[in-house]
């Protein structure tokens, strides 16, 4: 009896063991997802919510709270070029290894008419069928990086016409003084007006090329 009890007393200790070491790593996996800046969404064969990070909260607008255990179809709407793609698109829950399906330059309708351009990776791994691991969502919001290129591109574009009318101003001065009209110049004016005019022209160029 007593040996018994001593073989009980270890294998308590073991499980409770493994129990702490088991929720130390699930501790850290929580944190790493969470200082994931991308929206991680899993969900199950059935296409409910299993685990959703606070990227994906910020991008969708739902807490992780109220999507857990949802139909990923109540959740986000995603659009290409305003066609609607399907769950069965891209959430692909039957057989398969690593990235199934991507999406670039995509909207994403979230909670109370929420709108994000997103890229999305849909993956599988081996053994998700046995945890009944359906499907894992990356998404990637560009919305951000999208804003700044339109930003930057109105600024050239801006900049670009701002400084093309002085420049022209400036060539059609100096063509009218090289040819004379408004008086003869000596040789060493011609030269020093030659030589702005020439920097004028570079200066031309780089607008343009902007």
């Known amino acids: 009896f007593n040996a018994m009890a001593e073989k009980i007393s270890k294998l308590v200790r073991d499980v409770e063991r493994e129990r702490d070491g088991v929720a130390t790593e699930k501790n850290k996996l929580a944190l790493i997802l969470e200082g994931i800046t991308d929206g991680i969404v899993a969900v199950d064969r059935k296409r409910n919510v299993v685990l959703f990070n606070k990227a994906a909260e910020e991008i969708t607008g739902f807490s992780s709270?109220?999507?857990m255990g949802k139909d990923?179809?109540?959740l986000i709407g995603l659009f290409e070029a305003n066609k609607q793609i399907l769950p069965d698109t891209y959430c692909p829950v039957q057989g398969g290894e690593g990235v199934l399906w991507t999406g670039i330059g995509l909207r994403l309708d979230g909670l109370n008419g929420r709108q994000r351009n997103v890229n999305v990776a849909a993956g599988q791994i081996r053994e998700g069928a046995k945890a009944n691991l359906g499907c894992i969502l990356r998404i990637h919001d560009v919305?951000?990086?999208?804003?700044?290129?339109r930003i930057k591109n109105e600024f050239v574009s801006i900049a670009a016409h701002q400084l093309r009318t002085p420049l022209t101003e400036v060539k059609w001065s100096m063509e009218m003084l090289l040819r004379g009209v408004l008086g003869k110049l000596i040789p060493k004016q011609k030269r020093f007006l030659q030589r702005s005019y020439q920097s004028n022209e570079r200066m031309i160029r780089l607008v343009e090329d902007l």
Request: no cysteine.
């Open 65 to 67: 709270l109220a999507a």
């Open 72 to 74: 990923i179809n109540q």
């Open 143 to 149: 919305s951000r990086e999208q804003l700044l290129n």
